[in-house]
């Protein structure tokens, strides 16, 4: 399992956002970011709808952070944009298949890694990407 190509353009236009000084438009991060702009406009529906950015309509408007970036994590960009439980489990009760060994193992070795997953994801922040980056919040 790795990041999805959504996941990572929501952090690359986050990222992109998080450093300007002011409103930018969408044209812009796009453009900013080598996102597709049809991409990017759904991607920041869902970062909108998940509180993570706003939007101000109008001449002198675009988008903003909702909040400061200590406070928004990789765990609240992903699961803005992806499911996290993208890979298809069996589920013991319900298993029709032979080898319901094979379910079980699978489902605990699976919960432990999604376990783990949420916890990386939960301790990194947009804060700490920007800094890895290379780039202060602005």
Partial sequence: MGITVKSEYAFRILLSIAGCEKLTSLTNVSKGTNVPR?????????????????????RSGGYELAKDPSQI???????????????V??????CSCDDRESC????????KLMSCIKETLTSV??????????????
């Fill in 38 to 58: 049809e991409f990017a406009e759904k991607i920041v529906l869902q970062l909108r709808k998940a509180g993570i950015v706003k939007a101000k309509r109008g």
């Fill in 89 to 94: 489990k069996c589920d013991p009760d319900i």
């Fill in 73 to 87: 994590t990789a765990y609240d960009v992903v699961t803005a944009v992806d499911e996290l439980d993208k890979i």
């Fill in 104 to 111: 079980v193992v699978k489902n605990m070795v699976w919960d």
């Fill in 125 to 138: 922040t947009l804060q700490d990407l920007l800094g890895a980056c290379g780039r202060e919040n602005k």
